[in-house]
């Protein structure tokens, strides 16, 4: 059985992750300890939570540089929401917090929308299909601020925006996979064995 | 484009689904789980299990319908019924939660509201309003499961709650509850211009048009329940009839 390491962000949603994964066949424990990330087959750095937050409580445990080294080796890991976001520069939600800068992209509110917040299910295409997911978000990597060496899926919510990100074993997921049934599914099986996503 | 919400909303007393009018007449409709699986299923967008008891009993929601029906389904989960802190969020969150509602808490302390807010989110943090139309025109908001009066104007309160921190109001009209004769737009209307937040349509669904009316009123989501559970329609046909209408809809 495939074995998911889901880093502790502070605040998420945890039961539907594991029911995910569960499904997929794979089993999920919370991370520990900093030294288990390398080994893991998969590491999950999970969604709810604001920017500064989830930041600081990877760096202050230990677990910012243990997830940037398997990062650097191409060793399968899923960021999901906040998690896509923290592996960015920086983010408006939480000025002066740096991020883990894997992608060099900024996040910013998203702007001039009729709502403050992106909630509910939109259409996503891209690398990982063409199909609607689950998202619940306030800020976003703008289409145009989108890594230059990544492969990216796009929605639209004034203006496209990265809705998922794939560079080498790294998945990037804007969306909830966890809350997007069968297309959530498809993207987090990809992301188990390191695959192309197949729909 | 953002799709419109269909939740189907799950009642639920003594780990049953219950269903009556205006709060009142609870009938069994059957098992949480199973029912959430139908409706997953059937293209809901969103599962909503509320615990109607949990206030008057002076507790938190059980946990064990949630973990049932998270169990069930791949979709959000929203969550209330007599939460009145963070730490008893926190366990509906652990129990399989994606975001949770609050009401008759919220209204003696609306700070809970923004500290909901803080830790998990905006959007994971709902305000439940349940009113009932007043002789002059208005709507007064009343909280324990429909039983105890406030005095409150139910739109100024929505206004006040969004200000602490609600990222989504979830409207509930009690005269139209389970009476199947249509949303109450004009309340609809009233809390979307005072509050700028998404707003759950709640309480008198009967048919696709009354879905396609709140809509028009400014509602962003459209919570059904007595219908579904009775087999009157299906989450299926009613997206049909709202993607024949234009409106912009998740394909189930």
């Not at chain 1, 949603?13 to 288990?36: E, I, K, Q």
């Not at chain 1, 990062?71 to 917090?97: F, H, K, M, N, Y």
């Not at chain 1, 969306?175 to 729909?199: I, K, M, T």
């Not at chain 2, 799709?3 to 009556?20: P, Q």
Request: hydrophobic share 45%.
């Amino acid at each position: 059985m495939t074995n998911v390491l889901l880093l502790d962000t502070g605040a998420g949603n945890r039961a539907s992750l594991v029911r995910a994964f569960a499904r997929l066949g794979a089993r999920v424990d919370v991370a520990a300890d900093p030294g288990d990330v390398a080994a893991a087959a998969c590491v999950v750095v999970p969604g709810v939570g604001a920017f500064g937050n989830a930041v600081r409580t990877l760096r202050v445990a230990g677990y910012a540089d243990a997830l940037l080294d398997r990062i650097a080796s191409d060793r399968p890991t899923v960021g999901i929401c906040v998690g896509l976001q923290i592996l960015c520069a920086a983010s408006d939600e939480s000025p002066g917090v740096s991020g883990l800068g894997v992608f060099p992209s900024m996040v910013r509110r998203f702007a001039s929308t009729p709502r403050p917040t992106h909630y509910g299910w939109n259409r996503v295409r891209g690398f990982c299909g063409d199909g609607y997911a689950a998202f619940a978000h306030g800020y976003r990597v703008a289409l145009d601020e989108a890594p230059s060496d990544a492969d990216v899926a796009v929605a639209e919510f004034g203006g496209p925006f990265v809705a998922a990100l794939r560079r080498g074993a790294l998945i990037a997921l804007q969306f909830h996979p966890e809350l997007s049934g069968a297309f959530g599914l498809a993207a987090l099986a990809s992301a188990l064995d390191g695959s192309a996503v197949r729909c | 484009m953002l799709t419109t919400r269909l939740i189907a909303c799950l009642d639920v007393a003594d780990g049953r689904v219950v269903k009556g009018t205006s709060f009142a007449d609870l009938r069994d409709c059957g098992d949480p789980a199973e029912l959430a699986a139908r409706y997953e299923a059937d293209g809901a967008d969103e599962i909503a299990v509320l615990d109607v008891r949990a206030t008057l009993e002076g507790r938190s929601a059980r946990r064990a319908a949630v973990e049932r029906v998270r169990a069930a389904v791949g979709l959000p989960l929203t969550v209330g019924g007599g939460i009145t802190s963070i730490d008893a969020a926190a366990a509906l969150f652990d129990a399989g939660a994606d975001r949770v509602v609050v009401n008759s808490a919220a209204l003696r302390r609306p700070e809970l509201l923004t500290h909901l807010a803080e830790r998990y989110g905006a959007q994971a943090a709902v305000l439940a309003i349940d009113a009932r139309r007043q002789g002059q025109g208005g709507y007064e908001a009343v909280v324990r499961a429909g039983s105890r009066a406030t005095g409150l104007d139910a739109v100024s309160w929505a206004a006040e709650g969004a200000r602490r921190g609600a990222g989504e109001i979830l409207l509930t009209s009690i005269d139209r509850d389970g009476t199947g004769t249509g949303y109450d737009l004009d309340l609809i209307r009233r809390v979307v211009a005072a509050t700028g937040r998404p707003v759950i349509a709640s309480g008198g669904a009967g048919t696709a048009l009354d879905l396609l009316a709140a809509l028009e009123a400014g509602a962003d989501a459209l919570l059904v329940a007595g219908i579904l559970h009775r087999r009157e329609t299906t989450i299926r046909d009613l997206k049909r009839a709202l993607a024949a209408r234009g409106k912009a809809i998740r394909p189930c």
